[in-house]
């Protein structure tokens, strides 16, 4: 059973690997994406949502690649999934409280 959106699940095994390998500095998407299984295209997508957001940083040249900007405790994930699906609406339960009594 799926809860995030592909793009959400990679984004979120993209920082894993980060935050696993912050000792190392700079991680290349193709090791990022090697690892954790994710296509290296659509990876250099995400991480350029991801820098835009400010939770990673980039580095150009043969030493470069990626590295978490914050602390990863600082990352939410209500807060990535905003980032990348756009607001989270809440729903007024008052205004269909009958239907969901029906149901239960």
């Known amino acids: 059973m799926k809860i ?3 793009k959400v699940n990679y984004s979120l095994l993209a920082l894993f690997e980060l935050a696993r390998n912050q000792h190392k500095g700079y991680i290349q998407i193709k090791e ?3 690892s954790q299984k994710i296509p290296q295209s659509y990876l250099e997508q995400l991480l350029i949502i991801l820098k835009k957001a ?3 940083e980039s580095l150009r ?3 470069g ?3 978490l900007k914050i602390s ?3 990352i939410k994930i209500i807060d990535l999934i905003e980032i990348l699906e756009g607001p989270i609406k809440i729903i007024d339960y008052d ?3 009958n239907t969901l009594q029906f149901y239960w």
């Open 4 to 6: 995030f959106s592909e």
């Open 32 to 34: 990022i994406a090697e």
């Open 54 to 56: 400010e939770l990673v």
């Open 61 to 63: 040249g043969a030493q």
């Open 65 to 67: 690649g990626y590295k």
């Open 72 to 74: 990863a405790n600082e």
């Open 95 to 97: 205004k269909i409280t």
